[in-house]
C-alpha cells in the first residue's frame, strides 16, 4: 500500500522526477520538508510545494497522535541486542534496543567500529543466546568494513558457546553498501527499506541498520558557517528516515559519530559529537566510548529516556567484545 509521489494532487511526473533527484524520494520525506526547501528543490512555488507537502502529510498519516496503550504494544515487541558485554548490556537495560537510534560517538580507534561489527555477528543469534534471529545492513562510509574481522568474531563467538559456526554464514546475513556521499548515504536508507520489506517474511528479517560513519561525509561536504543549516536539515532528514526504519521494521539502528581530539573552529568542543543538537534530540541512547588500558575501552551512557546514566568497562579482543 505503499503512495508513490506521483499519486500527490498537485504532483506531475516532472515534478516528481524533480523531487526525486532532489532526494526526496519518499512521501514520508516530503511530509516533512519545509515549503522553501521543497520549491527550491522541485522548482516550483511555494504555494504548490505547501499544498504537496499537506497531501503527502495525509497520505503518509504522521503527526498524528497515538493512544498510550497503542505505544505500549509496539514497545512490547522491541528487542534486545547482546553485546557480547555483560557490564554494557546491563548498563543498557538488557542491550540495544530496537525501535531506537543507538548513537556511538568518540575519538578515531576508540573502537566505534569494532562494536558495530561484533553486532552485526550477535543480532544473527536466536533471542536466547542474545541475537534477535535476523540479519543487517550495514552501510558503510568509509570503507571499514571487513570480513575478516567478522570470521574472527565468528570462532571467538564458536569458542565462546562450544558450538562450531560456520563464518560463511553469518557473511551471508551481512549485507553492506558503501556510501560514496551523503546524498548516497541518504538514498541507501531507501534501498535498506526496499531489503527489508523484501526479507521481512524469510527467516533473517532485518533486526540491525547499522550507519558508520553517520556524520563524516556531512562533515566532510559541509564546511563553512553558511552550510550549517543545509547540514543539519539534511542530517535531520536523514535521522527521521533511519528511526523510521527501526520503527517500520522492529531493527535495533546503531549509528556512530567521531568527535575530534584537536577541536576546530567549525565544529567546536572536542568533547561534543558532530551533529550537535538533532542528533542529540534523535538519537534514544548515547554511548561515548573511550580508550582505556590496553584491549580496555569505557562506554558512558549518556542520556536515554528510561536509563540511569551509567558506565560499563569492555574488552575488544581478537575474538571480539567482552567483559
Ligand atoms: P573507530 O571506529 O572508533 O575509529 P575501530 O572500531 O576501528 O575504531 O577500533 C580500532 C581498534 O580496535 C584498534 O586500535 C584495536 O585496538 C582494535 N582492534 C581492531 N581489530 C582488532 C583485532 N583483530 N583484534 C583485536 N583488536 C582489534
Ligand atoms: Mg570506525
Do not use: W
Request: charged share 25%; with cysteine.
Amino acid at each position: 500500500s505503499e503512495v508513490l509521489l506521483e499519486d500527490l494532487d498537485h504532483v506531475g511526473p516532472a515534478t516528481a522526477q524533480k523531487l526525486k533527484d532532489a532526494g526526496f524520494n519518499t512521501v514520508e520525506a516530503i511530509a516533512v520538508a519545509s515549503p522553501a526547501e521543497l520549491a527550491n528543490s522541485a522548482e516550483i512555488g511555494e504555494s504548490t510545494a505547501a499544498k504537496i507537502i499537506n497531501a503527502a502529510r495525509q497520505a503518509a498519516d504522521i503527526g498524528g497522535f497515538e493512544t498510550g496503550d497503542l505505544v505500549l504494544e509496539r514497545r512490547k515487541l522491541v528487542g534486545k541486542l547482546s553485546t557480547g558485554c555483560e557490564e554494557f548490556n546491563e548498563m543498557m537495560g538488557g542491550g540495544i534496543e530496537s525501535q531506537s537510534i543507538t548513537e556511538m560517538y568518540g575519538e578515531f580507534g576508540c573502537g566505534k567500529t569494532q562494536v558495530a561489527h561484533q553486532l552485526a555477528v550477535n543480532v544473527q543469534l536466536p533471542p536466547e543466546q542474545g541475537g534477535l534471529g535476523g540479519s543487517v545492513v550495514i552501510i558503510d562510509t568509509e570503507n571499514t568494513f571487513r570480513p575478516e574481522r567478522i570470521t574472527q568474531m565468528v570462532k571467538g563467538l564458536s569458542e565462546k558457546h562450544g558450538v562450531e559456526y560456520d563464518p560463511e554464514e553469518f557473511l551471508k546475513n551481512i549485507h553492506v553498501a558503501r556510501a560514496y556521499n551523503s546524498n548516497h548515504q541518504i538514498l541507501l536508507v531507501d534501498s535498506a527499506s526496499e531489503l527489508a520489506n523484501e526479507l521481512k517474511d524469510s527467516d533473517m528479517p532485518v533486526r540491525l541498520l547499522i550507519v558508520d560513519s553517520l556524520t563524516a561525509h556531512f562533515r566532510a561536504e559541509y564546511i563553512g558557517r553558511g552550510t550549517l543549516a543545509d547540514r543539519q536539515q539534511k542530517l535531520n532528514k536523514h535521522l527521521h528516515d533511519i528511526q523510521r526504519f527501526g520503527d517500520l521494521f522492529n531493527s535495533c539502528v546503531v549509528v556512530t559519530n567521531q568527535v575530534m581530539s584537536k577541536p576546530d573552529a567549525f565544529f567546536g568542543d572536542p568533547t561534543k559529537p558532530i551533529g550537535g543538537h538533532i542528533l542529540g534530540h534523535t538519537a534514544t541512547f548515547r554511548l561515548y566510548i573511550r580508550k582505556s588500558k590496553g584491549d580496555k575501552r569505557i562506554v558512558k551512557l549518556i542520556d536515554s529516556p528510561n536509563l540511569p546514566d551509567g558506565e560499563a568497562i569492555m574488552s575488544i579482543t581478537t575474538d571480539g567484545l567482552s567483559d
